[in-house]
Each structure stands twice: as C-alpha cells, then as structure tokens.
C-alpha cells in the first residue's frame, strides 16, 4: 500500500450528530424517521409526531461530542474522517437565498478540529438527509427544481471550506434506488414519498436523473471554486453474481450489473449509456432529459469513484424475463457459499477485490472505499467489548484490499471504515446494531450515558494503520 494512503473511518451526519434544532437545523427527511428494530421497519410520520421515537434527534449527539470522537479516531491514527454535511444545518429549509451562518460555523470547527490532528476530511454533501421542507412542498427530486437547490447548497459548502476540504462526494448510494420498489430508498436517495398512482420504476429513473444533473453541476461549480478539489461519486457496490454457469444466469448477473451500476457510468463518463436509453425506450418512457442536461453531465464527470461495500448478491433467472429485467425484490437468491450477517447481509471478503477489479476495468479512475464494516450485537463482558467478528470482517476485507492494490494494481486513496463509533443504523434506526471501534453506551430505548469507551476492535485498527496494513 502506498505510503500516503487514506486510512480512516466514514459516518454520516443525520446518524451521529443529534442537535435536531441547535444552531438553527431544519428538519430532514432522516428526523421524521422512527426507530425499527426487531423486524419492525421504520415508519416515515409527517412531521415530527409527539410520543414518536425518532433515534437521529439525539443520534449520538456527535454535535457536542464532535472533539473528543475526533480525538479518539487520531489516537486510532485516522488519516482521513469521512463525514456528510448535514444539508439542514446549512439550508434549513432548502429553497433559502442565503445560508445558515451557524450551521457553517459548525462545519468550520469540525474540519479545524480533523486537521489539527492531521485527518483529512471526506465530505458528502447529500447522505439521506434531504430538507423536509423540499420533500413535502417540491416533492423531492421528481421536480427538477431541486437541481438549483441542491447546486446553491453545493456551492455555499465548496466555498466556505475551500481551503479545509479537498476530498468530496455529491450524493451517497445514489444507486440504491435500482430498487426501485423500495419507499425506503427513494426517499433516503431522492427526496420521495410515494403517492396515489406513481409508476415507481419511472419515477426512479426520472429523479435519478436530475440528480445526477445536480451532482455533475455541482462537481463544475466546485472544480471553479477550487481546481484542486477532488470530487466523487457514492455507489453502493454489492456484486451480483450468477446463481449457476447457465448462460441466462450468466447474462442476467450482467445485465443487472448494468441496471445497478449504470449510474456510476453517467458519474464518470458524462452521459446515459446506450444500454439505458434501449431500456428507456423499450419502456416507453419519456424522460425529461435536455441537451443542456446532456452538457452538463459532460462537464461535470467526478475525479474519483467512491464506493460502499458490505455484501454480494447472487441471481438466478426465472422464466419468463425475455428481456432480463432486474427486479431486486424476487430475482436474488441466497449464496451458499458465503455466510451472513443476523440482518441478513452475505459476507463476502473477495466480492471486494472482485468489485475493485470490476470497477477498475470499466473505468481505470481511483477510487475510495469510503464504507465499509460489520454490523452486530455487541455485549459488554467486566466493561469491555471482546468484538473479534468485527475484527475478523474488517480483517478479511482489509485482505482483500491490499491484494487488489498489490496484486492487481488497481488505484486505491483510501479506506474509510463504517463506522470508527456506534451509530443510529440507516436502514432500521437501530443503535444496537453496532459497527464502531468505539462503543457508546445508548441502546435501541434511548436509553444510556453516551460514555465512549474502547472495543478490541479500536487497538487492532490502530495496528493496522500503524502498519500501513501489514499487520493484519
Ligand atoms: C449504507 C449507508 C450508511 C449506513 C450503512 C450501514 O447504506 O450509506 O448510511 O448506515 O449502509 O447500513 P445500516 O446502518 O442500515 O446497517
């Protein structure tokens, strides 16, 4: 690995910060969000409901605890703390002219913070927490006008920390959407709620869209404010292999690659590829997609690409698919090669190097592994937290990594973790359902001091780093 490689650990804000209303925060989509767990998926409520229980109000209250978790990930080592920028702090409505002077005010600290101890800060400007406000008055992005809001909260944030953040992502997983049945993803990636009559699937590619305008937008602003940023995309990469050497598994594994991963393609090449306008088409939908937007996506190609990776799917083609369509609710099989996590998720160390390669090979641009880690029950045994499966996930994966640096030669910046502390989990609102190298002491009631205190896993990380990943 080279010398100046990017270890570090990656949150998100809305899932650490707490501090709903301090400095004048608005409301995001991730606060009207209550607490799942135990099978219970989270509910979406209109507004903040009193009685409810929304886990991200107080989350981890980072807000106030931001120095001594920085401290701890520099003791850790961390080269580098990846973070979103909580859109509501900064907007907190999001069709405001100006922006939110102490909403920035926090950001500047928290960078000055991360340097002080050298950590290079990794922003994501849009990580599920899109202002309510443009969820219920704009309907998200299935209205093209959140394009220019999105850009002036771009720019507000490119321009204020132009000299503090070099390192930058526009919208994280913005292709977990491809599962398009899923209220869930379109409202976390695109700002919508689901009404009366919507053709989901047409909808997705139609938001999908504009934010991928939004983000190519945003890297031409940025790259004009300061030409040294380096600003990438966020995919969710979970490989998708074929269930079987039969050639329709083998093909459908690539086309549902394709219909995954075909946003990552406008991110780094500029423009919609043949497969999908064939796909739009043959669909009959008319998207509105114009020849400025087709200029803008040329002009805006990211410098990196950055990616999420916990798990590999598996597919198995059912008849009758004549054209191979991807549905991600009823094509996925179980692998029964891999284990999985108790969420279900397959572990699956190589689908890593796999992805890298895969990655490489169709676009030969760095790229950064900005998540990935092992979510778990932990248990508190004399005060402490003996975590050797987290260990033996990162371990494995980390593995893996070097090889495809080492070996294959793809090009790597880094590798953040997910996530160095305990958080409010995305998809359940869960706190125990624990991925930190740091525990904190809440559990899924609220209840808990928030005390911070070491797991196993914090002093095998802080080898790891000190070795440049030697020693694993
Ligand atoms: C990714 C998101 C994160 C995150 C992580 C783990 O999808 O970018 O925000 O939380 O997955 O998922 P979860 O928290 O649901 O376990």
Known sequence: MQANFLWGGAVAAHQV?????????????????????????????????PGESYPNHEAIDFYHHYKEDIALMAEMGFKSFRTSIAWTRVFPNGDEETPNEEGLAFYDDLFDECRKHGIEPVVTLSHFEMPWHLVKTYGGFRNRECIAFFERFAEACFTRYKDKVTYWMTFNEINNQANYKSAHHLLQDSGILLEEGDDCEKLMY????YELVASARAV??????????????????????????????????????????????????????????????????????????????????????????????????????????????????????????????????????????????????????????????????DNEIHDTYRIDYLRAHIAEMVKAVDEDGVELLGYTMWAPIDIVSASTGEMDKRYGLIYVDKNNAGEGTLERKRKDSFHWYKKVIATNGEDL
């Open 220 to 381: 031409k602003i940025g790259h004009a404010i300061n030409p040294d940023f380096q600003i990438g995309c966020m995919i969710a990469m979970c490989p998708i292999y074929p269930a079987t050497c039969k050639p329709e598994d083998i093909f459908f594994s690539s086309a549902a690659m394709q219909k995954r991963y075909w946003f990552a393609d406008v991110h780094v090449r500029g423009y919609h590829p043949a497969y999908m306008k064939k796909f739009y088409a043959r669909k009959g939908f008319d998207l509105d997609i114009t020849e400025e937007d087709e200029k803008d996506l040329l002009a805006g190609k990211v410098d990196y690409l950055g990616f999420s990776y916990y798990m590999s799917f598996c597919i198995k083609h059912n008849e009758p698919n004549p054209h191979f369509d991807y549905d991600e609710e009823s094509d996925l099989v179980r692998n029964e090669f891999v284990k999985a996590s108790d969420w279900g998720w397959q572990i699956d160390p190589v689908g890593l190097r796999y992805a890298l390669n895969w990655f490489y090979d169709r676009y030969q641009l760095p790229m950064f592994i900005v998540e990935n880690g092992f979510g778990a029950y932990d248990k508190l045994e």
């Open 17 to 49: 910060e707490g501090g709903r209303q301090a400095g004048g925060k608005g409301l995001s989509v991730a606060d009207v969000m209550t607490a799942g767990a135990n099978g219970v998926p989270r509910r979406v409520t209109d507004g903040v409901i």
């Open 206 to 209: 139609q938001a999908a869209h």
